[in-house]
Each structure stands twice: as structure tokens, then as C-alpha cells.
């Protein structure tokens, strides 16, 4: 059987004309100018709250970790608020 030929490419292939395109965005790093270090931890979640995490990691272009971090500086917040009222 011949080998097919490859297709050369064209400018019709491109979109988006040379040196307008964006760059592509930060993955998942809600601030990357405050290095951080992290400590490593294991804990176990049901497969429900797994795959809400992950949906909302894929749909909203975070990392899992950062939205793991999102909530529980939120549930701090809430708290703090809590004791302070």
C-alpha cells in the first residue's frame, strides 16, 4: 500500500494572522508574584465531590489546588466573620 501524501500547510490554515494572536492564559496560579510553599497532605473525598472538583477545574481553566485553596480561604473568612459578630 503507497504511503499517503502529507498535505502541505497553507495560510488558510491559520485562523488568527501572525503575531495577533493572545497569549495563552496562567494555568490555575491565582497569584503567582507570592510564592508560597506547600506542604503535601492526603485526604480522601467521595467520587461525587471528585468530579464536581474536577468539572469545575476543567470548566473554569483553575487547577484543582486552587480552587481547593479558593474554598478554604472562604470558609476561614466565613468563620472569622462568625466569631467576630
Not at 1 to 10: D, E, G
Not at 38 to 59: C, G, K, Q
Amino acid at each position: 500500500m503507497p504511503k499517503a501524501r502529507a498535505t502541505p500547510l497553507s495560510e488558510s490554515l491559520l485562523p488568527i494572522p501572525k503575531g495577533e494572536a493572545m497569549p495563552a492564559p496562567e494555568p490555575g496560579r491565582r497569584r503567582p508574584d507570592v510564592p508560597q510553599e506547600r506542604v503535601s497532605m492526603t485526604f480522601r473525598i467521595t467520587a461525587d465531590a471528585h468530579e464536581h472538583l474536577r468539572r469545575l477545574a476543567y470548566e473554569n481553566r483553575l487547577s484543582q489546588q486552587a480552587l481547593v485553596d479558593e474554598a478554604l480561604e472562604l470558609l476561614v473568612a466565613k468563620r472569622n466573620a462568625r466569631t467576630a459578630a
